[in-house]
């Protein structure tokens, strides 16, 4: 695997991991959202994260039992299929002075539960943290292999 491939698969995961920061942080600031402009209680969203390979997975065996190179690591990183809204009902409270209350006193709170948000960020910090790792390390061997080449 090349320098510059190694840096590529890394950085489509430093994205992937940024956009579902984003999304987190959306989902944590719209968790009391009882009304959007659609009317609804906010809807929480999720980021689909998908493999995104040039070879299919039996081709890309069947390359590593015949040689080791560049083709059979032919890995092109991560990539964001989609980002999904969950359709979970959120929960109903009785409110009857609360302005976004519906005709028989009851609020639709969002389905956002903050202690899987956190789980989430966690989690999507800890890989970024990984990638970035990955990107300082293989700076670190181009920069030994310039200096052995001296």
Do not use: H
């Not at 789980?119 to 030994?144: F, G, P, Q």
């Amino acid at each position: 695997m090349s320098f510059w491939t190694s840096l590529r698969i890394s950085s489509t995961a430093l994205f992937a991991q940024r956009l579902r920061l984003d999304t987190i942080s959306n989902n944590v600031a719209n968790a009391e959202t009882t009304k959007t402009e659609t009317g609804e209680a906010y809807k929480r969203k999720d980021v689909v994260l998908q493999a995104n390979n040039r070879v299919p997975f039996l081709a890309n065996l069947m390359l590593t039992n015949r040689s080791i190179g560049e083709k059979a690591l032919n890995l092109q990183g991560v990539k964001v299929a989609e980002i999904k809204t969950d359709e979970t009902p959120g929960t109903t409270v009785f409110e009857p002075t609360n302005p976004n209350a519906d005709e028989n006193g009851y609020v639709t709170y969002p389905n956002v539960d903050l202690v899987v948000e956190m789980t989430n960020m966690l989690s999507a910090t800890r890989s970024y943290e990984a990638n970035l790792s990955m990107v300082d390390a293989a700076k670190s061997m181009a920069n030994r292999a310039i200096e052995i080449g001296r």
